[in-house]
């Protein structure tokens, strides 16, 4: 099976790529449009801010490569966050698949969201049990209707959305133990 | 609800795990690759390699661990030691790492910690910190605990915040190796102080005291290495512990 991760130097492609490893999947990391466009399962990972991974992806011309796509595609963590329309985190116009609005956690609890908490099922898919999941972040995904997994911390918000083709996951599957290979496998078995 | 974690700490030499007590009398205690999968096997939540060499020539030695231990453990691990530039930290974050922690360069350098997290954000930057009171105050050392800086625990702590620091890693150097349990009145008052989490370091002996590092100290995470290492508490019993203690816990997978 040829999986793609899109590499556009926002972090960390390579835990992603090494977890991949380890379900017996190897994962090319490339920011190369036809290599993209041609993989049956593409993983769009991220960590850093939204702004500056917006400017490489309009650099990469990977903003309307992305939604364009119409193979299973997972963002990851930052990755989903750029699958919304809007990021508080630097005013950022993000890729507008998820017609949601990313925001930053309320002062009212210590940010960053950093360990393991329990995602619940709102609606059901094997994809994504609920579970113990590894959360680093400091803006959310509301809850809506393309919420698939929720989670609590200061507020209610999405640990996992899906529209048609597009996934979204706000933790860390390469890093949530068998947890995550559980769900990493699932993906790629769609 | 967000579980407290358990974070076994393996100090590494040449790609092998030490421990040393009170900072000083090393005993060695396994390959890190090894203990490191294990524990991720346990349920450790998390997993700190602190380079405690760090001389130039080991560099390599160390970047090589870190990819094979990215390559084999799947929950997030830090690697700390002799980190002072933003170039170090692009080479452990390359190999795998999830986050580096910087001590002694990050209060010689106030740039440090800025510019790693400008560059590859807050969420991998750990401060650590090793203090010790006197009188009243908690007095910030560098160097293992070795150079003293006059510098104030809590002071230190906020500014690091302020610079972009994601987590704080205190280490009571008055109960490093004790085993009597963690500095918790230190501890729950730098909680309160910054709005980062704070691991707790320093004193872990028993069980009871991972339960009160995080009731009375409010600490969000406990790093311990001897009692774990040598097999005086295994995480599986300590996580039944804290989970009948009604403590927040990510269960062991069965």
Avoid at chain 2, 108 to 118: E, F, P, T
């Amino acid at each position: 099976m040829k999986v793609v991760i899109i590499d556009y130097g926002a972090g960390n492609t390579r835990s992603v790529q090494l977890a991949l490893e380890r379900i017996g999947v190897h994962a090319r990391l490339t920011a190369e449009a036809d290599e993209i466009r041609e993989a049956e399962k593409v993983i769009f990972p991220g960590v850093g801010h939204a702004r500056s991974a917006m400017d490489v992806l309009r650099n990469k011309k990977l903003d309307t490569l992305i939604p364009s796509l119409r193979q299973p595609v997972l963002g990851i963590c930052l990755g989903m966050q750029l699958l919304c329309t809007h990021s508080e985190e630097g005013d950022t116009p993000c890729l507008g698949i998820f017609d949601e609005q990313v925001k930053l956690f309320p002062a009212s609890g210590k940010v960053p969201h950093m360990g393991w908490n329990t995602a619940a099922v709102s609606d059901g898919t094997a994809l994504f049990p609920a579970g113990w999941y590894y959360f680093v972040h400091s803006y959310y995904v509301p809850l809506s209707s393309y919420t698939v997994l929720s989670c609590d911390y200061i507020t209610g918000f999405a640990a996992a959305i899906q529209r048609d083709n597009f996934y979204g996951v706000q933790f860390h599957p390469e890093k949530s133990g068998k947890a995550g290979e559980v769900l990493l496998a699932n993906f790629l078995k769609l | 609800m967000l579980a407290k974690r358990i974070i076994p700490c393996l100090d590494i030499r040449d790609g092998r795990t030490v421990k040393g007590i009170n900072f000083e009398n090393i005993r060695d205690a396994g390959d890190a690759v090894e203990l490191a999968r294990i524990y991720a096997q346990q349920g450790a939540d998390e997993l700190v390699l602190l380079d405690i060499t760090a001389t130039h020539e080991k560099r390599k030695t160390l970047y090589e661990l870190v990819g094979r231990v990215a390559a084999e453990v799947n929950i997030p691990f830090t690697v700390g030691g002799g980190i002072s530039t933003v170039e170090d930290v692009g080479i452990l974050l390359s190999n795998g790492a999830d986050k580096i922690s910087v001590n002694s360069a990050a209060v010689r350098n106030k740039k440090l910690i800025a510019g790693i997290a400008d560059k590859y954000g807050s969420q991998c930057v750990v401060l650590a910190i090793d203090a010790r009171q006197e009188e009243r105050r908690w007095i910030v050392y560098l160097n293992g605990g070795r150079v003293r800086t006059g510098m104030d625990l809590y002071d230190w702590a906020a500014e690091a915040e302020q610079l972009g620091a994601g987590e704080i890693l205190f280490t009571s150097m008055d109960h490093d190796g004790t085993r009597d349990g963690f500095a918790l009145d230190a501890l729950r008052q730098l909680s309160e102080h910054i709005r980062i989490p704070v691991i707790a370091s320093g004193g872990a002996g028993s069980m009871v005291h991972f339960r009160d590092v995080f009731t009375d100290g409010l600490a969000d995470a406990a790093l311990a290495a001897s009692v774990f290492h040598f097999g005086q508490i295994s995480i599986p019993n300590l996580k039944d512990h804290l989970s009948s203690q009604n403590i927040s816990i990510r269960p062991q997978l069965k």
